[in-house]
């Protein structure tokens, strides 16, 4: 697990085996996770979304607590994947970081409970799965604008964005700030540490 310039994301670089009959790779493995996120994977819902090339889906992110951590892989096609900070007094409040995720390098990225996430379909059509920690739960859903100007997010020049009206509709960064709608750094920083018992002396 190597660890992004955001607390709280991960990106998993696998092994990949080829040979005559195709390749192989692990795509999740909890001893290397564990060591290098520091807790353990919880497995509440398995999603799997379909998008064509400009898909923007994001940028989402669930209350804290109990928020909703997710651990994402494309399977099929590139996705342009960026985890962004959203939580209040976070030391790297407002930062993005994208990620590459494609069925060649086959890499995977680890989102913690009160970072935003959202991705890019790159290619003709983009197959993404990932596991949650919570289950989908709408009323405690919310979303920051993709192309909120503030934030900067440099998506593809190249592709005209598809998003959904949901997304169209969400609020700035600023605005869901303004509105009390964005978790606080203090309350993820005490949700991360019930996951992790080193952290609580334990």
Same mark, same amino acid.
């Given at each position: 697990?190597?660890?992004l310039t955001i607390e709280g994301a991960w990106?998993?670089? *696998?092994?990949?085996?080829?040979?005559?009959?195709g390749a192989f790779h692990e795509w999740f493995?909890?001893?290397?996770?564990?060591?290098?996120?520091?807790? #353990?994977? &919880?497995? =509440?819902? &398995?999603?799997?979304?379909? #998008?064509?090339?400009?898909?923007?889906?994001?940028?989402?992110?669930?209350?804290?607590?109990?928020g909703q951590a997710k651990y994402v892989k494309?399977?099929?096609?590139?996705?342009?994947?960026?985890?962004?900070?959203?939580?209040?007094?976070?030391?790297?409040?407002?930062?993005?970081?994208? /990620?590459?995720?494609?069925? /060649?390098?086959?890499?995977?990225?680890?989102? @913690?409970?009160?970072?935003?996430? @959202?991705?890019? @379909? !790159?290619?003709?059509? @983009?197959?993404?799965?990932?596991?949650? $920690?919570?289950?989908?739960? *709408? $009323?405690?859903?919310?979303?920051?604008?993709?192309?909120?100007?503030?934030?900067?997010?440099?998506?593809?020049?190249?592709?005209?964005? !598809?998003?959904?009206?949901?997304?169209?509709?969400?609020?700035?960064?600023?605005? +869901?700030?303004?509105?009390?709608?964005? *978790?606080?750094?203090?309350?993820?920083? =005490? !949700?991360? +540490?019930?996951?992790? *018992?080193?952290?609580?002396?334990?």
């Amino acid at each position: 697990m190597r660890p992004l310039t955001i607390e709280g994301a991960w990106a998993w670089e *696998p092994r990949v085996f080829p040979d005559e009959r195709g390749a192989f790779h692990e795509w999740f493995k909890e001893g290397p996770f564990h060591e290098g996120a520091g807790r #353990s994977l &919880a497995l =509440a819902q &398995a999603n799997c979304s379909v #998008s064509r090339r400009g898909v923007l889906r994001g940028i989402h992110y669930a209350d804290v607590p109990p928020g909703q951590a997710k651990y994402v892989k494309c399977v099929r096609g590139a996705v342009l994947d960026v985890i962004v900070d959203i939580r209040i007094g976070s030391p790297t409040f407002g930062r993005w970081e994208a /990620v590459r995720l494609d069925d /060649v390098d086959h890499r995977s990225v680890f989102i @913690a409970e009160g970072l935003g996430h @959202a991705f890019m @379909a !790159l290619s003709d059509e @983009a197959t993404v799965v990932y596991v949650c $920690s919570t289950p989908y739960t *709408p $009323s405690r859903e919310h979303g920051i604008h993709p192309l909120d100007e503030q934030l900067g997010i440099a998506w593809p020049e190249e592709f005209e964005p !598809l998003l959904s009206d949901k997304d169209t509709e969400a609020p700035t960064l600023a605005q +869901a700030e303004c509105d009390g709608l964005l *978790p606080r750094y203090e309350d993820c920083l =005490a !949700l991360y +540490a019930s996951h992790s *018992p080193a952290l609580l002396g334990g």
